[in-house]
């Protein structure tokens, strides 16, 4: 029996929440060229709930934006990291 918090059922068993990973999932597309995008995602530490993913967003992507000069992030939402549909 799990000490904390409920478990997650994925199909394959039961998944601890600590063991989610949640990433800040965004869209980003060049300055110059808006209709060229791109799906990035900034994986944060397991435990992180969606809540605090949500709260903490804003100085990931201020860095993330910081750190790829010519993009602007047009979306992002907060998910798990292992999604692929960005």
Request: hydrophobic fraction near 35%.
């Given at each position: 029996?799990?000490?904390r ?56 992507l ?18 798990n ?6």
């Open positions: 029996m799990p000490s918090g409920a478990e997650l059922n994925c199909g394959n068993g039961s998944v601890e929440p600590e063991d989610i990973v949640i990433a800040i999932l965004l869209t980003a597309c060049l300055i110059g060229e808006p209709s060229t995008c791109r799906d990035d995602k900034i994986a944060l530490h397991p435990g992180i709930s969606l809540t605090q993913c949500l709260m903490t967003a804003p100085p990931h201020a860095q993330w934006s910081q750190e790829h000069p010519g993009w602007h992030v047009e979306r992002w939402q907060c998910g990291a292992s999604r692929q549909d960005i």
